[in-house]
């Protein structure tokens, strides 16, 4: 299985602290290079440009232009587009996304998605962090925007009601 990584999930975890968690719960991920440089382009002081920066190219970084006129017909932004037109060519890919759009493209073309509360829950679940509820507290202080209902139904599936 590969896990196809857009930007947000990227930048999340980079502010909450947890990115090495990536490589942890990931069977193996790819970053497309639309993501790559949409991340690089950001803050100099942002953790995910940071640790990308550090990132073997050549492991990680899916080079090229990879846009399926399918997906580009949903009018989504540039990594959201590369990272489910390669999860569209790519079998048993899973597209790690959080913009709602792009799910909803994700779900109309039967595309396996998991986001960034669900790389979380994965990571508490495989022992790799001890509790949910912090991770989920500083996503908010970091300006991640969780309604309760969702905070709520994450807690549950991770256990911790």
């Keep these: 299985m590969l896990w196809i990584v857009n930007a947000s999930p990227l930048i999340l975890l980079g502010k909450i602290g947890r990115l090495q968690i990536l490589k942890q719960v990931a069977p193996s ?6 993501v790559w440089a949409e991340v ?29 006129p399918e997906i580009l017909a949903w009018d989504l932004g540039a990594g959201e587009t590369a990272v489910l037109s390669v999860a569209l060519r790519t079998p ?6 959080d913009d709602l759009a792009a799910r909803s493209c994700a779900q109309a073309f039967g595309l396996p998605i998991i986001g960034t509360l669900g790389v979380l ?13 912090p991770e989920l507290d500083k996503l ?5 925007l969780l309604s309760e ?3 709520a139904k994450a807690l549950c599936i991770a256990g911790e009601h």
């Design 140 to 144: 908010v202080l970091s300006g991640s």
């Design 121 to 133: 829950i994965k990571a508490k679940a495989q022992g790799l962090i001890p509790t949910l509820r």
């Design 29 to 34: 991920y790819i970053i497309p290079e639309a």
């Design 149 to 151: 209902e969702f905070r």
């Design 92 to 97: 048993n890919a899973v597209s790690v996304i």
């Design 40 to 68: 690089l382009a950001g803050p100099e002081q942002d953790p995910a440009r940071s640790w990308l920066e550090e990132q073997e190219q050549d492991e990680h970084l899916a080079r090229g232009r990879f846009e399926v």
